[in-house]
C-alpha cells in the first residue's frame, strides 16, 4: 500500500514507518500537538496521484522522552480506535 512497515499495540495499526521515518495516527483531537513541532503527514504517491494519510511524522524531541513518548502512544492508539469505529 504505502511501501513501509504497520505497528500495532493490541492489534490496532496506530503508527507506520516509511522511507526510514516514524508516523504516528492522528485526528482532530491530537493534530494541534503535531502541528506545534512542525510536523506533516505522511504521503505517498500512487499511480501519479498523491495520497495524504492520517498519520503524521513522530517529532524527534517526543522520540527522546520516554513519558511523553508512552502518552503520544496511548494518543495515537485511541485515534486509530476512534476511526475503527467510523469504518
Same mark, same amino acid.
Request: proline residues 2%; positive net charge.
Given at each position: 500500500? &504505502? /511501501? /513501509?512497515? /504497520?505497528?500495532?499495540?493490541? *492489534?490496532? !495499526? &496506530?503508527? %507506520?514507518?516509511?522511507? =526510514?521515518? %516514524? @508516523? !504516528?495516527?492522528? /485526528? ?7 502541528? #506545534?513541532?512542525? $510536523?506533516? +503527514? !505522511?504521503? @505517498?504517491?500512487? *499511480? =501519479?496521484?498523491?495520497?495524504?494519510? $492520517?498519520?503524521?511524522?513522530? +517529532?524527534?524531541?517526543? %522520540? ?6 508512552? *502518552? ?9 480506535? *476512534? $476511526?475503527? #469505529? #467510523?469504518?
Amino acid at each position: 500500500m &504505502f /511501501g /513501509g512497515w /504497520g505497528i500495532y499495540k493490541d *492489534k490496532i !495499526f &496506530f503508527a %507506520l514507518i516509511a522511507n =526510514g521515518k %516514524l @508516523y !504516528f495516527r492522528v /485526528g482532530n483531537d491530537t493534530r494541534a500537538h503535531y502541528e #506545534k513541532y512542525e $510536523s506533516h +503527514p !505522511f504521503v @505517498y504517491d500512487t *499511480k =501519479g496521484k498523491k495520497i495524504t494519510m $492520517s498519520y503524521w511524522l513522530l +517529532p524527534e524531541e517526543i %522520540l527522546e522522552d520516554q513519558e511523553i513518548l508512552i *502518552k503520544w502512544v496511548d494518543d495515537a492508539v485511541e485515534e486509530a480506535k *476512534k $476511526s475503527k #469505529k #467510523k469504518i
